[in-house]
């Protein structure tokens, strides 16, 4: 045992590297594999291999399990262990804690342990690879193969476009051929969720309504077959007698896109459309009611839910899903002006209603409300919109969960259930009509854009304001804001924009395309 150790020990690494040398890990370090492994339960320093970390272990005559056995103790979850040199094939592998494996549904957590499990597994051991500027690693499927995939694709996502200095670009493949499928399924959810950060990180500047625009339909021209996009302008929003979105959009000097997009996955073209729509502030400054400078750059990302919705169009669309979809996009910023709207404003909305605009940093509802009259016009099997709306929902549930306000038992079931599956949970907030008497009691107009008591409920008062503008029997508001950024609670995201909840807005659309 001490020569096997002295032997193997130098080429160990558990959360530090150690090098043979500078000049042969460049030579080698441009291939890794990241394999799995279990902790035995019951049995203290115990574990278990996947069956792709089995193959590669009988493959070198059981060095791998003898290398685990000695290098220390028992690789926990969601930690690493790095070999160098082991097999010619795979110069750095690196093996990453699964946690025990009887995990599966949780239903306190309110999402599969073993599927989250596998994601921040893989994805901690694709990034230390990447900090060795490995360029290609092989996967372990880890028996689910799509969340390996989404593991590797989420965690690796860094917004550097506009560094010099930039992370090792590192493709990624499913070691073996198990789970094909899964594996490509899963890689597109991780590059619709990534498609989703990459538009809310980008600065203000860089991603205004019109490129915002014209990156989707960029996005969307491989699928052109199936995809319609309208880029619909502020012409177009005029004649649709679209005021609150306008009063919004006058303060800025960029001129807002509506944006509109078509998916027909659906051979039956009678099939009534899943409606999704997403509230499109490129910028917010809060306009006269001007928000604090402090954090006020995070406010690029007030698209979150124009975004995430967008992406997950995108990502139907790769995917082929069965179903028709339309995404639906108010794009504009709110920016002070001459122009911009005043506390104590009155707009008219797409439906006739008068609203009180008490406070000009309330323009999300405003420009959602008429996105929601003009989603009705297409007779929707269901509405959904996504909005970073209030900070309030953040001070509810934090990052934990979106929350959610439907006036639907059976959209919020099909919603649930799809978070579960993700791992990017939901939770289901009230509809009180306690709520609506605080915004339709209002001094000028039909409705105020904040509630009667304002710092009371703000994000069940925003939720009850847009259900003014919803007849639809089927509707849910998804209250992004809590989840708009990710610090380090999500260990298979980096810090930054979280692009959540892309994943679970697909998983909901490929559930719905399955009932059909």
């Not at 915004?439 to 710092?455: E, F, H, M, P």
């Given at each position: 045992?001490?020569?096997?150790?002295?032997?193997?020990?130098?080429?160990?690494?558990?959360?530090?590297?150690?090098?043979?040398?500078?000049?042969?890990?460049?030579r080698?370090a441009?291939?890794?594999?990241?394999l799995?492994?279990?902790?035995k339960?019951?049995?203290?320093?115990g574990?278990?291999?996947?069956?792709?970390?089995?193959?590669?272990?009988?493959?070198?005559s059981?060095?791998?399990?003898?290398?685990?056995?000695?290098?220390?103790?028992?690789?926990?979850?969601?930690?690493?262990r790095t070999?160098?040199a082991?097999?010619?094939?795979?110069?750095?592998?690196?093996?990453?804690g699964?946690?025990?494996?009887n995990?599966g549904v949780?239903?306190?957590?309110?999402w599969?342990t073993?599927?989250?499990?596998i994601?921040?597994?893989?994805?901690?051991?694709?990034?230390?690879?990447?900090?060795?500027?490995?360029?290609?690693?092989?996967v372990?499927?880890?028996?689910?193969?799509?969340?390996?995939?989404?593991?590797?694709?989420?965690?690796?996502?860094q917004?550097?476009?506009?560094?010099s200095?930039?992370?090792?670009?590192?493709?990624?493949?499913?070691?073996?051929?198990?789970?094909?499928?899964?594996?490509?399924?899963?890689?597109?959810?991780?590059e619709?969720q990534?498609?989703?950060?990459?538009?809310?990180?980008?600065?203000?500047?860089?991603?205004?309504?019109?490129?915002?625009?014209?990156?989707?339909?960029?996005?969307?021209?491989?699928?052109?077959?199936r995809?319609?996009?309208?880029?619909?302008?502020?012409?177009w929003?005029v004649?649709q007698?679209?005021?609150a979105?306008?009063?919004?959009?006058?303060?800025?000097?960029?001129?807002?896109?509506f944006?509109?997009?078509?998916?027909?996955?659906?051979p039956?073209?009678t099939?009534a459309?899943l409606?999704?729509?997403?509230?499109?502030?490129?910028?917010?400054?809060?306009?006269?009611?001007?928000?604090?400078?402090?954090?006020?750059?995070?406010?690029?990302?007030?698209?979150?839910?124009?975004?995430?919705?967008?992406a997950?169009?995108?990502t139907?669309?790769?995917?082929?899903?069965?179903?028709?979809?339309?995404?639906?996009?108010?794009?504009?910023?709110?920016?002070?002006s001459?122009?911009?709207n005043?506390?104590g404003?009155?707009?008219?909305?797409k439906?006739?209603?008068?609203i009180?605009?008490?406070?000009?940093?309330?323009?999300?509802?405003?420009?959602?409300?008429?996105?929601?009259?003009?989603?009705?016009?297409?007779?929707?099997?269901?509405?959904?919109?996504?909005?970073?709306?209030t900070?309030?929902?953040?001070?509810?549930?934090?990052?934990?969960?979106?929350?959610?306000?439907?006036n639907?038992?059976w959209?919020?079931?099909?919603?649930?259930?799809?978070?579960?599956?993700?791992?990017d949970?939901?939770w289901?907030?009230?509809?009180?009509?306690?709520?609506?008497?605080?915004?339709?009691?209002?001094?000028?107009?039909?409705?105020?854009?904040?509630?009667?008591?304002?710092?009371?409920?703000?994000a069940?008062?925003?939720?009850?304001?847009?259900?003014?503008?919803?007849?639809?029997?089927?509707?849910?508001?998804?209250d992004?804001?809590?989840?708009?950024?990710?610090?380090?609670?999500?260990?298979?995201?980096?810090?930054?924009?979280?692009?959540?909840?892309?994943r679970?807005?697909?998983?909901f659309?490929?559930?719905?395309?399955?009932?059909?």
């Open positions: 045992m001490l020569s096997l150790r002295r032997a193997f020990l130098p080429a160990v690494r558990t959360n530090h590297c150690r090098f043979f040398s500078a000049s042969q890990n460049k080698n441009r291939k890794g594999l990241v799995g492994v279990y902790e339960e019951g049995e203290d320093g574990f278990h291999l996947t069956d792709a970390a089995s193959g590669l272990d009988s493959a070198l059981g060095k791998l399990s003898e290398l685990l056995k000695i290098s220390g103790p028992v690789i926990k979850k969601g930690k690493t070999f160098y082991i097999h010619e094939d795979f110069p750095c592998v690196a093996v990453v699964l946690g025990k494996n995990a949780c239903g306190s957590e309110n599969d073993c599927k989250e499990n994601r921040a597994a893989v994805s901690a051991g694709c990034r230390l690879l990447q900090d060795l500027e490995v360029s290609h690693v092989e372990d499927g880890c028996g689910d193969a799509q969340s390996a995939a989404e593991g590797a694709v989420l965690g690796l996502f917004y550097d476009q506009l560094k200095k930039k992370k090792t670009k590192v493709t990624t493949q499913l070691h073996g051929s198990a789970d094909l499928a899964g594996w490509e399924k899963g890689i597109h959810y991780g619709g990534n498609l989703a950060r990459l538009l809310m990180e980008a600065p203000a500047n860089y991603i205004t309504p019109t490129i915002f625009a014209h990156t989707i339909e960029e996005k969307l021209a491989p699928h052109s077959q995809v319609t996009v309208h880029k619909r302008s502020q012409a929003i004649e007698q679209m005021g979105f306008l009063s919004v959009s006058k303060g800025s000097e960029e001129p807002p896109v944006l509109e997009l078509q998916y027909n996955g659906c039956d073209d099939q459309p409606l999704l729509v997403g509230k499109g502030i490129t910028f917010d400054s809060g306009g006269i009611s001007l928000k604090p400078p402090s954090g006020m750059d995070a406010m690029r990302a007030d698209m979150g839910g124009a975004a995430t919705v967008c997950s169009v995108v139907a669309a790769a995917l082929k899903l069965p179903i028709n979809i339309i995404g639906l996009a108010p794009l504009c910023e709110n920016m002070p001459g122009k911009a005043k506390p404003d009155v707009v008219m909305a439906n006739g209603k008068t009180q605009v008490d406070n000009t940093d309330a323009e999300g509802r405003l420009i959602l409300a008429d996105a929601l009259c003009y989603a009705h016009t297409f007779n929707p099997r269901a509405i959904v919109n996504a909005a970073t709306l900070g309030a929902i953040d001070v509810a549930l934090g990052s934990a969960a979106t929350g959610v306000f439907t639907s038992d959209l919020w079931e099909q919603l649930q259930k799809a978070s579960v599956v993700t791992g949970r939901m289901r907030m009230p509809l009180f009509e306690h709520y609506t008497r605080q915004v339709t009691d209002s001094q000028l107009a039909d409705l105020n854009n904040i509630g009667k008591y304002s710092r009371s409920g703000g069940c008062t925003a939720a009850a304001f847009l259900k003014e503008f919803v007849t639809a029997p089927h509707w849910a508001h998804l992004i804001a809590g989840v708009m950024m990710n610090k380090d609670e999500i260990p298979y995201l980096r810090k930054g924009m979280s692009g959540r909840p892309t679970t807005l697909v998983e659309a490929a559930g719905l395309a399955g009932q059909a």
